[in-house]
């Protein structure tokens, strides 16, 4: 069975640092490129990030750039999310998902993993 | 960037209504154009890509069309497990925006 499964939330300070795994199975994972997705309690989807199947494309939304990290093992099948200078409005299920061959729209999804960024 | 914008932001149908959601592009995205369901509490699902390309498993009374700036998904006939929200995502380049969503519910 193909499936991502996201790990790693918790409740954290603001200013403080969290990392997000994904494991990936039922595919090659080092074939394809994979994204990170967040929704805030109540509000709809947003692109947060994304990396090529070899890691040589990397992106960000502008709110996350210069404070996240994406990066993957493919030795792992493992996708992370390195995150610092946490914020509240950071606060939010993320979902790691699997890009298409050759696009970046989100396949397969995880079941998500909550960050609480609060005092 | 470009910007996404979807309409209405809700809507109740009739089991049985079309229903029609629309989806705008500030500029032309090349037809990389994807549409996703998210029940209630569940995890969002895959539906259509590529403007019109129905994903494997996906009922055939949910299509995509559209071209250039203006993009549409449609419910042939709206039934109880369609209730939902749906999400359209540009992806030809960055960032790969969502557009706001659209809660549909039966009347």
């Known amino acids: 069975e193909v499936q991502v499964v996201e790990s790693g939330g918790g409740l954290v300070k603001p200013g403080g640092s969290l990392r997000l795994s994904c494991t990936a199975s039922?595919?090659?994972?080092?074939?394809?490129?994979m994204n990170w997705v967040r929704q805030a309690p109540g509000k709809g989807l947003e692109w947060v990030s994304s990396?090529?199947?070899?890691?040589?494309?990397?992106f960000y939304s502008d709110s996350v750039k210069g404070r996240f990290t994406v990066s993957r093992g493919n030795a792992k099948n493992s996708l992370y999310l390195q995150m610092n200078r946490l914020r509240a409005e950071d606060t939010a299920l993320y979902y790691c998902?699997?890009?298409?061959?050759?696009?970046?729209?989100?396949?397969?999804w995880g079941r998500g993993t909550l960050v609480t960024v609060s005092s | 960037d470009i910007q996404m914008t979807q309409s209405p932001s809700s809507l109740s149908a009739s089991l049985g209504d079309r229903v029609t959601i629309t989806c705008r592009a500030s500029q032309g995205i090349n037809n990389h154009l994807a549409w996703y369901q998210q029940k209630p509490g569940k995890v969002p699902k895959l539906l259509i890509y590529g403007t019109s390309t129905l994903q494997s498993g996906v009922p055939s009374r949910f299509s995509g069309s559209g071209s250039g700036t203006d993009f549409t998904l449609t419910i042939s006939s709206l039934q109880p497990e369609d209730v939902a929200s749906y999400y359209c995502q540009k992806y030809d380049s960055v960032p790969f925006t969502f557009a706001g969503g659209t809660k549909v519910d039966i009347k």
């Open positions: 998902a699997t890009g298409a061959y050759g696009d970046y729209y989100s396949v397969i």
């Open positions: 990396i090529s199947s070899s890691s040589t494309y990397i």
């Open positions: 039922g595919f090659i994972f080092s074939n394809f490129g």
